[in-house]
């Protein structure tokens, strides 16, 4: 759904991207709030109204994320798909360079070799684009620190959705007024397809997200993170082929030198993944095998073995 969701922002003219990303808001907050009446999950809002902190961190949150919308509904709307395509490339890349800048992780040395490459792909691109790709910059740095603002809320998907869209509804709603009384709005203006369209943003927004939520408790987080690229990997393919943007030969340069960096990215994590759990299995099996040796020194059951010894009986007078 987010792969092919570049199909849909063009439905929407004669709405400006500030429009748009406005209904996105509203209608997002309607649809998010009716899913949580179904689910009855309402407590966290207590817990949330009572920390500054996560208030704080949810505001950021909100904040960037509407410049990632707009931004990228703008993109799309604008012929700039492939570009907006290579926000969400980088986007790996730039979160692991806040971790270390913000949160001060270490690297293992296939990040370092990726993160390099990544920053001499940007190079790269901005000779192929004459500037900075600022799309794709400002997508990636958006969407990363919504990502690290989460991390640190620490709240569901559904439920972080429903505050964000709560703190951009009333914002977004007056901008909404404001067009209207200005005779500029075109919700209901251009018949009743165009305004179910609009509408629709709410569903397009939170359905992906919610089977998202749903397959994150189902699907390991090595295979998780695999399936995020897809996006980027249709929006890119829609770019080209359905889009017809053009491909010069150093943007295809940039976009190798991205693309071998998230290869070097998935390497290393799958490399990591199969460790972790080889290490596990090995603490497993000595752990049994520690268990297996206790038995027949001690003549016990492996349970008994550790079982306290019983109470000597005082004979009776």
């Known amino acids: 759904m987010w792969g092919l969701v570049p199909l849909f922002w063009p439905l929407l003219k004669p709405s400006g991207a500030a429009e748009i990303l406005a209904h996105r808001m509203v209608w997002s907050l309607a649809v998010v709030a009716v899913a949580l009446l179904v689910v009855r999950r309402w407590g966290w809002v ?14 950021v949150a909100a904040a960037v994320i509407t410049v990632n919308w707009g931004v ?3 993109a799309v709307n604008s012929g700039h798909v ?21 949160l001060k992780e270490r690297l293992r040395p296939a990040q370092w070799v990726a993160v390099g490459t990544g920053f001499a792909a940007v190079l790269v691109l901005a000779i192929g ?6 799309i794709s910059l400002t997508l990636a740095f958006s969407f990363a620190t919504y990502g690290l603002a989460k991390k640190k809320v620490n709240i569901g998907g559904l439920e972080s959705l429903a505050a964000e ?18 005779g500029a709005a075109t919700f209901g203006a251009h018949g009743v397809g165009h305004a179910a369209l609009l509408a629709a943003t709410g569903v397009v927004t939170a359905a992906p997200l919610v ?12 295979t998780l993170g695999l399936l995020q690229y897809l996006a980027p990997v249709f929006q890119f393919l829609l770019g080209i082929l ?10 295809w340069a940039g976009f190798g030198l991205v693309w071998l960096a998230l290869s ?13 759990r080889a290490e596990a299995a090995r603490l497993s099996r000595e752990a049994a095998l520690r268990v297996a040796v206790v038995a027949p020194a001690t003549g016990v059951a492996p349970a008994a073995a550790s079982a306290p010894a019983p109470a000597p009986v005082k004979p009776t007078s």
């Open 46 to 59: 207590r817990e949330l109204i009572r920390s500054p902190r996560k208030l704080g961190l949810i505001t």
């Open 72 to 74: 990228y509904i703008w």
């Open 82 to 102: 492939v570009e907006a395509s290579l926000g969400y490339f980088i986007n790996p890349l730039v979160t692991i360079a806040m971790g270390v800048l913000l």
């Open 129 to 134: 684009y004459g500037q900075p790709p600022w």
């Open 165 to 182: 869209t709560a703190i951009q509804f009333l914002p977004a709603l007056g901008f909404l007024l404001w067009l209207g009384a200005d």
């Open 211 to 222: 089977c998202f939520g749903a397959a994150a408790i189902r699907v390991p987080l090595s």
């Open 242 to 251: 359905y889009f017809h943007e053009a491909m010069p030969a150093e943007r």
């Open 264 to 276: 070097c990215l998935t390497w290393d994590a799958l490399r990591t993944a199969r460790r972790t």
